[in-house]
């Protein structure tokens, strides 16, 4: 059955964050051992929705402990050969399988530098975790689908599980503890990512946009369309999209917005606003609204509520795809693992 | 007449250059005085196509230093107010004008907590020059068309006479003296882009991409042909189109790829011919072969190629625009300063 293992992926998504939040003590004291007692500032190492998962890691990690964030070019590395020097650094490693040897010879430059390395991931028998100081076990299993669904919102909840061992944040044990749950009422309403479905069927491109926390959401949609549809999605922040992209979108082009309450809100309704009325565009709105096209959980921390946006996003990839008579399991000219030097 | 700023900005760049060159060791001094001494790491502040030179700035940076380089996120400091503490961090701005507030006061947060602060810009008398405890003047003058052109290839220089300061160098003052020349050929040349942007004139979209110091060449390009020519353009890594992005490209679909000799060349030919022989794209080349489609100059280091490579795109975006029946210089929807929150 076309999309069965993407649905089913997709579907194990509650128990998976629950099982990594019950770990979260665990998760923490591992962490803690290998992190530098003088923090100079953390990097972090990705491709492919890992690195959107990274994006999200960039927000979450640089409010929590107030040094810069990187992500890491791994060509420089790779290719390049660049020599490092980066005592006091965190160095993070995201990789689905831990299998791809890119990500695991960059962590390693990175360690041999002397960093600190952190690797979050399925497999604690890969060679990333056996590169890294401490590993987070996302326990999300295999992932028979291309696109990567459970593992990526279970990386998401690792980043703000590693921001909350090594510096301030702003949820509680509440906000994790009903998480779960609303991912799982996510999940029950498949009419509004339908309903949206419906609309992009014979759209030529979207583009989606978040601004702070929902940033990584908009490129991690992006891709998922792409992959799953091969609709030509681009995902930008709410800045970059006015400074110059703003320009391909005509009358009727869909846009796909993200937001929740929180100091990103009124940037967010405001550009939406404008692109309606000014550029003619079609917005799809993805807020902790009821009245929103796909609505969102409400009192759900700003920080984890990219967690759920991540399923809406899925969500919408899946009914396209099924709508485009494309099978969402097995994308055109994609593999799992994704060698590259 | 359409297009007049811009074909008289793009011919300005030997001459900016040149000067730029000219005031090497003035700008050397000047921020040589200001970068700390036992350097951590370095973070780049920019938006739009400034935000593409500091990718290149990443790459540039981060090989002669050895330190990490990260990329500022503005709303963490303009919305979330992120707290940060960076003694021992360079953090560089790059504005076309000095005059986005945005840039300007996240600069000032990252100086405020601790890093030693450097503007790139037009204007040495702009709030972010005056937000920087040093400036590298472009003197490319005032850019009149929305597209930016003598602006980022003047960045892309300017980064380079940072690395040049603060690290090790694979290039020489040969390579300068001749890089100009090398720009003003590669300007004299219209046909080869001409060729391009005739087989481009109804096509639904695009993909460049580039590796390594040309992955910002290729993330300008699209930014380029989305601004000039509301073309659906989206710039990426080879690595990164491998991991899901190739999904979109079918029979024909255009990807114009830049290389040119060095260790990205060949995984990059490897790409171009997979895409043309597995997914039936049609590639356009632009690298430093007489056979390519758009020839780059010969003999040029590969760290400075980027520079006439995104003077190749430029004058593909120009012809395509003029070709679509658009004015190059004044896109829809798009005005010269963006301000953001």
Not at 61 to 88: I, K
Not at 269 to 281: F, I, M, N, T, Y
Not at 319 to 338: C, I, M, N, S, Y
Request: aromatic letters at 6%.
């Amino acid at each position: 059955v076309p999309g069965e293992r993407m649905a089913t992926e997709m579907a194990a998504q509650p128990e998976v964050l629950a099982d990594l939040i019950a770990r979260r003590v665990e998760i923490s004291d591992a962490i803690g051992a290998v992190v530098p007692h003088d923090l100079s500032g953390v990097v972090l190492i990705a491709r492919g929705s890992s690195d959107h998962a990274a994006v999200y890691g960039r927000y979450v990690l640089q409010l929590a402990t107030g040094r810069p964030v990187a992500l890491a070019a791994p060509s420089l590395h790779t290719l390049y050969r660049s020599p490092m020097f980066c005592p006091g650094f965190l160095a993070v490693a995201v990789s689905q399988s831990g299998r791809t040897p890119e990500i695991t010879s960059v962590l390693q430059s990175y360690v041999n530098a002397g960093a600190a390395g952190i690797a979050i991931t399925n497999d604690p028998q890969s060679p990333l975790a056996e590169a890294a100081g401490a590993t987070v076990e996302l326990g999300a299993g295999e992932e028979l689908a291309v696109p990567a669904t459970k593992t990526f919102t279970a990386q998401l909840a690792a980043f703000a599980l590693l921001a909350e061992t090594i510096g301030r944040i702003q949820w509680t044990g509440d906000d994790w503890d009903q998480l779960p749950e609303m991912v799982s009422r996510t999940l029950d309403d498949q009419e509004s990512p339908a309903r949206v479905a419906t609309w992009l069927a014979d759209a030529p491109g979207l583009i989606s946009v978040g601004r702070g926390f929902m940033y990584s959401v908009a490129l991690e949609s992006a891709l998922k369309l792409k992959e799953t549809t091969s609709l030509l999605a681009q995902g930008y922040s709410a800045a970059d999209l006015r400074h110059g992209p703003v320009a391909v979108i005509e009358r009727d082009f869909p846009v796909l917005a993200f937001w929740v309450h929180g100091p990103a809100a009124q940037d967010m309704q405001d550009l939406v606003g404008w692109l309606a009325s000014e550029r003619g565009a079609k917005a799809f709105v993805a807020a902790d609204d009821g009245d929103a096209d796909l609505p969102l959980p409400e009192n759900l921390v700003e920080a984890l509520a990219p967690i759920p946006a991540a399923v809406r996003a899925q969500q919408v990839s899946y009914e396209l795809a099924l709508l485009r008579g494309l099978d969402p399991d097995a994308p055109q000219g994609l593999t799992k693992v994704t060698p590259t030097t």
